[in-house]
């Protein structure tokens, strides 16, 4: 049977040994590589259908995956105002501003992507705004997607006039004299007035994220580990592959929530291995914590402000009978724990439920969901952990997945960033260790959080060798824990694989792998740090189907 894609005039660069094999030309077919070798004998393989391209010399990779995001759920919180570029309260009001003059008379503002260091010293807050908002139901996301500020009127329509009680670590901020100051503290909080504003349809979310997933293409990724199957998004990525428009492998993983049944439990058990050809449900997402920059993490002692103090989970030891549960059943969890205390309490279920499962949770090259016994428990984002829990990762085989563009954009050296301030020098010294754990023996797994940090997968690994913004306008923060440019490559491919439990046909350029590559215009392992994000992406290929091409290729 002919081959289905012929990559030729190539230097092939497997990430497993950062080494350029002894070959020129690769085929693809029935979505796995068939064939590593030389010019003439790839095109051989050849038939009338099958997708040929002349490399010219041109790197190709095992394509990269992200191993955090938010695909759908960021395609519809990305359709408001961005702010992620205003880097102070002037150009916050500047662009909210400019939005509410092109809104309809009693149309909702939504706003993305506003980070807390724009408000400088003063509280974050929607009075900070000025006048800008009055009058309009305006709902605005900060950066980390765990907080938001709501204006006056959105307030008052969602009926929203004090403190409430929530049953997960949420929080409707209000002032010494009990009126609310229009921050919401994670989700339940921000559902409140979610609840009434209104919502895109179904088709323009769909029509949003087939346009977010081919730039994400483009930009160099074949797959992502999503971290929700919020809403509709299943129903989205089965209609996309439906129409031959799903461009990215996706591996997702729903949440459980603290509210979470029994009931709810065995349906996520149930959800397992579900889904299409490119996308498929295999774990559970869960939270340990909030964040530094909300005051909501969970840490081994309060921040500066006294906050930080507790779990998401008001019983902790629930969560801790959830992962149990999970881990009987085979069943890899991926929890979102930001502060020392939260990452230690992880750790600490994971090792209970692995001692009394007998289950392992380290080597081995099973899906993930417990085909060969082993299940691969995650812990995502780990912004700040002492040594003894930096040494922990990798004798329970919990792999530590990381966002380094987090530290690059929104911390800075100096200590003058939010977050560092309300962590103190000591906890911010050690932000971020994505060396240590990598040296620990840690599975170090790269991603970006999208829509929280830019998605292009050659930026996370420039952030994980330079450790500075992308517009390198820092000096950077915490070199010392900054990524080779091999461990760079290997946090989006093999490490990214082996969490998955996929190590044995994903993450390399070996016959029988998946033909998942991804194409660029030079060697990564020898472009400068600080020009890796501008190299040129040339070629994406998923099971061996093109799904970008740069016009000149």
């Not at 909300?294 to 989970?313: I, K, M, Q, V």
């Not at 792998?513 to 194409?519: C, G, I, P, Q, S």
Request: contains cysteine.
């Amino acid at each position: 049977m002919p081959a289905d894609l012929v990559l030729l005039s190539a230097r092939l660069l497997d990430p497993g040994t950062g080494r350029l094999l002894p070959h020129t030309a690769l085929a693809a077919e029935g979505g796995r590589i068939g064939f590593l070798g030389d010019d003439r004998d790839a095109r051989a393989l050849a038939g009338p259908g099958t997708t040929v391209v002349d490399l010219r010399g041109a790197v190709v990779t095992a394509g990269f995956t992200d191993g955090h995001l938010h695909p759908v759920s960021g395609a519809e919180r990305t359709m408001g105002v961005d702010l992620s570029g205003c880097r102070d309260l002037a150009a916050v009001r500047t662009a909210l501003a400019a939005a509410v003059r092109d809104l309809r008379p009693g149309a909702w503002l939504r706003g993305w992507g506003l980070d807390p260091n724009a408000f400088g010293a003063a509280p974050v807050a929607t009075a900070a705004l000025g006048p800008v908002l009055d009058g309009v139901p305006a709902l605005i996301d900060l950066f980390d997607a765990h907080s938001a500020l709501a204006s006056e009127r959105a307030l008052e329509l969602a009926g929203v006039d004090g403190p409430r009680r929530f049953e997960q670590g949420s929080e409707i901020v209000c002032d010494a004299d009990g009126r609310p100051t229009g921050l919401l503290l994670e989700d339940a909080a921000c559902e409140v007035v979610e609840a009434v504003a209104p919502r895109p349809t179904e088709a323009e979310i769909r029509a949003r994220a087939a346009e977010v997933l081919a730039a994400m293409a483009a930009s160099g990724l074949t797959g992502g580990h999503a971290m929700d199957a919020n809403g509709d998004s299943l129903a989205v990525y089965a209609a996309l592959e439906a129409e031959d428009t799903l461009p990215l492998r996706l591996r997702i993983a729903p949440w459980c929530r603290p509210e979470a049944s029994d009931a709810d439990l065995t349906e996520l058990i149930r959800l397992q291995g579900t889904g299409g050809a490119l996308w498929r449900v295999a774990g559970v997402k869960l939270f340990m914590d909030g964040t530094i920059d909300n005051g909501t993490a969970w840490l081994e002692t309060p921040d500066c402000h006294g906050r930080s103090d507790h779990a998401y989970w008001p019983d902790p030891r629930r969560y801790t009978r959830v992962i149990a549960d999970l881990h009987r059943a085979g069943v890899p969890t991926a929890t979102h724990a930001i502060g020392d205390a939260a990452v230690r309490h992880v750790l600490d279920a994971v090792e209970r439920a692995q001692a009394e499962s007998g289950r392992a949770g380290g080597g081995g090259t099973g899906s993930g969901t417990g085909g060969t016994g082993v299940v691969r428990h995650r812990v995502e984002h780990i912004e700040t952990v002492p040594d003894d829990t930096v040494r922990r990762f990798a004798p329970l085989g919990v792999a530590a997945s990381m966002q380094p563009t987090h530290c690059c954009e929104f911390t800075r050296a100096d200590h003058t960033d939010n977050w560092s301030r309300r962590l103190g020098e000591e906890r911010a010294g050690r932000a971020f260790r994505c060396r240590d754990l990598w040296e620990a023996g840690a599975r170090v797994v790269l991603g970006s959080d999208w829509p929280i940090a830019p998605y292009p997968p050659l930026q996370v690994m420039a952030g994980a060798r330079h450790r500075r913004p992308a517009d390198l306008s820092l000096p950077p923060h915490g070199p010392e824990q900054a990524l080779t440019p091999l461990q760079a490559l290997q946090g989006m491919t093999v490490c990214a694989a082996w969490a998955a439990g996929e190590e044995d046909r994903a993450g390399r350029l070996a016959v029988g792998h998946r033909a998942d590559l991804t194409v660029l215009a030079d060697d990564p392992l020898r472009v400068p740090d600080t020009e890796l994000a501008a190299l040129p992406v040339l070629l994406t290929a998923v099971a061996g189907r093109v799904t970008y091409r740069a016009a000149e290729v």
